[in-house]
């Protein structure tokens, strides 16, 4: 079986990680959010960074336990050893960034539509897609280039909030920060922290590629927790900054939230935000593929899909799984609907993230005796709290969604059932019919 390139020091990695946590909602979501907790928003940023953080300790430890590509699948299969478990997560997984590429994608759209307003009317799907087929062909070419690109476009998108957050501090104190929506409670915050949760997502997708990386017992538990803490500091800075520029119903209603912001602070300023955008959603975008195409590929290798998706093509890259993920991405880009695509997204990682600090925990038990180069601290005797606490607070971030979203993680929950039985069946037909 061809082996992946390890090319990735820390550096990489955490730029890796930086990267796709950065753009995966700050730009795209944060106008959403702000239409739900008000002025409060930035506090729905804490909530949300503080649960992102105690699954994501959990990630270091099983990551530099078991640095394989397709880890979520991989470590409720080394813990529990049930098939259809570790089956239904990585399909949940699959699930989570699909949806998620899905919607970062349609706010690159919407920035791309605002920024060629005056000249030309483009559909946000439209800008979605074309990025999708673009991005794939830079995933297919290799992950050292993917690597030196999002580098560049980390640095860019970084830029941008930097740049918002310097606009900002001459309007800090201008509001009320603990200023509600008219009529609504504190529930409020939640509810907007459910949304915002997808701005977090993506330190776990740096597990993923531990195939790729150098010494990743190490430097996977790093890279995890740089990203984490550089990109939560960053977020609520934007956040308390955009609050303190552009009123919080307006922000709620715009399509590019933050080159709005920086047109009220620097009139004029809106075209270089809105540029920066488009580098930072596409960046997202780009790492999601690659995530997606090495999610499909660890999965087959490990026989949980057909073995056709584990092919690497002559670049070192699993070609065929990377011209699957952008398919079934265009399809989800027709919805258009970009606040509903990542609750989905969220509802969907939120239940991994309950499987991902389950596993932990029962490894603590089941195997005590393993290696583990990086472990959670708070630990009272070999029952560790924080995973835990992950799992509880994950329970109580998917019941502040609507019934629909539920509704639709629990149809995506059995749909994986039913295919992971139909695979089942044929994979024994066909040992059946081989050996007979």
Known sequence: MPELKRALGLLETSFYGIGLILGAGIYALIGKAAGISGNAVWISFIFAAFIATLTALSYCELSAMFPKAGAEYVYVQKTFGRRWLSFLVGWLFLFTIVFGAAAVALGFGGYLSALLSPIVKIPAIIGASILVIVMTAVNLYGIEQSSKLNIIFTALEAFGLIFIIALGIGHFGNVN??????????????????????????????????????????????????????????????????????????????????????????????????????????????????????????????????????????????????????????????????????????????????????????????????????????????????????IAFSLFLMANFSAKIILSGIGIILLGLVVYEISDFFEHKKFHVTHV
Do not use: C, H
Not at 243 to 272: F, H, N, R, Y
Not at 290 to 297: K, N, P, Q, V
Not at 346 to 361: D, G, K
């Open 177 to 390: 920060y603990l200023e509600l929506p008219p009529g609504e409670g504190i529930g409020s915050i939640f509810v907007a922290a459910a949304l915002i949760f997808f701005a977090y997502v993506g330190f776990e997708d740096i597990a993923n590629i531990a195939e790729e990386v150098k010494k990743p017992e190490k430097t996977l538990p790093r890279a995890i927790v740089i990203s984490v803490v550089v990109t939560t500091i960053l977020y609520i800075l934007v956040a308390i900054s955009a609050i303190s520029i552009l009123d919080w119903k307006t922000l709620g209603q715009s399509g590019a939230p933050l080159a709005d912001v920086a047109e009220t602070a620097l009139p004029g300023s809106s075209s270089l935000l809105g540029t920066i955008a488009l580098f930072s959603t596409g960046n997202t975008v780009l790492i999601l593929l690659i995530t997606i195409s090495r999610m499909l590929y660890g999965m087959a290798r490990e026989g949980a899909l057909p073995r056709f998706f584990s092919k690497v093509g002559k670049r070192k890259t699993p070609w065929i799984s990377g011209i699957a993920s952008m398919i079934i991405i265009l399809g989800l880009i027709m919805t258009g609907n970009i606040r509903s695509v990542a609750e989905v997204s969220n509802f969907t990682i939120l239940a991994v993230f309950i499987s991902v600090n389950a596993s932990l925990i029962y490894l603590r038990y089941s195997k005590p005796y393993l290696p583990r180069p990086f472990k959670v601290p708070l630990n009272i005797g070999r029952f560790p709290i924080i995973p835990s606490l992950g």
